[in-house]
T-cell receptor, first 109, second 116 residues
């Protein structure tokens, strides 16, 4: 079956760094997305990885290891506005998106 | 960047009535749009794939006669929740891609439906 696992909730301190992990098992693989979703709002696109390695985009970076079925989203210099849910989603062999349940990130001052 | 507009953002209706939600791609043509539903603290659940000029493809367990989808143009898809019941109360979100199958989805702002 297809499955994506990510922690339900994480807490971090303003100004610090946090890493949100995602492991996946899917039928085929055509890439992995990270989205940010603030409460009551729609998701917004953060990153896409299809090759192994680290993609850096400002304060956010995303890493992928296809052999391990593993990705992480790294957030640096955390700000209060980063409090949100972070959704991991993979594209399977049919280019269907498989969504994780999301990780709620709580930032404390 | 690509913009997807969804309307209304919130709607409260009485049980048994129907509600129409509109999803528009404002600066690109979307031959395919995706309708999702999200219950509190749960993941996004794909309801159906809306295809311009043809019938929508519904996911298993989604009643096509209850959730009517119309994609009459390259910029507009509508979802009508017919004979709504309290259990249909949820957050409905539409989305579309601007490019290839591995391009990111752009989401509308969502519609919070409350059925009383």
């Amino acid at each position: 079956g297809q499955n994506i696992d990510q922690p339900t909730e994480m807490t971090a301190t303003e100004g610090a760094i946090v890493q949100i992990n995602c492991t996946y098992q899917t039928s085929g693989f055509n890439g992995l997305f990270w989205y940010q979703q603030h409460a009551g709002e729609a998701p917004t696109f953060l990153s896409y990885n299809v090759l192994d390695g680290l993609e850096e985009k400002g304060r956010f970076s995303s890493f992928l290891s296809r052999s391990k079925g593993y990705s992480y989203l790294l957030l640096k210099e955390l700000q209060m506005k980063d409090s949100a849910s972070y959704l991991c989603a993979t594209l399977d062999s049919n280019y269907q998106l498989i969504w994780g349940a999301g990780t709620k990130l709580i930032i404390k001052p | 960047g690509a913009v997807v507009s969804q309307h209304p953002s919130r709607v409260i209706c009485k049980s048994g009535t129907s509600v129409k939600i509109e999803c528009r791609s404002l600066d690109f043509q979307a031959t395919t749009m995706f309708w999702y539903r999200q219950f509190p603290k749960q993941s996004l659940m794909l309801m159906a794939t809306s295809n311009e000029g043809s019938k929508a493809t519904y996911e298993q367990g989604v009643e096509k006669d209850k959730f009517l989808i119309n994609h009459a143009s390259l910029t507009l898809s509508t979802l009508t929740v017919t004979s709504a019941h309290p259990e249909d109360s949820s957050f409905y979100i539409c989305s579309a891609r601007t490019g290839r199958e591995n391009s990111p989805l752009h989401f509308g702002n969502g519609t919070r439906l409350t059925v009383t």
